[in-house]
């Protein structure tokens, strides 16, 4: 299923969802990642903060949507980030490290 296929579909039983998200995966794990996040062991992510100014890029929003692909591009999942804060890598929490299901910190997410 195409990205928009599954935001259309999503929109069909939330028509307030908004324009279609952002689509990603998890580079060369997107396959392995995207199944621990199916199966609820992974329900939380980090990224680079300098990465985000460097390339220019808002950070995620609360209550924003994405959704996940697979490692062939196709959309999986529609998850909703439920919280996102900015800490020091040495600073993560052993629950946001537990809920990244086995990478590293600081956005949380729910599959819905």
Known sequence: MSPSELWQAYLLINPTGGSQ???WDFGAEADRLAGLVLAGQKTAT???YDLYQLAGEDLPKEGGYDILLDGQGQ???VLATRK???CPFDQVTEEHAYQEGSMS???ESQQI
């Open 84 to 86: 996102v804060y900015v």
């Open 46 to 48: 980090s990224s680079a």
């Open 105 to 107: 910190p600081c956005q």
């Open 21 to 23: 998200p952002e689509a």
């Open 75 to 77: 959309a999986l999942a």
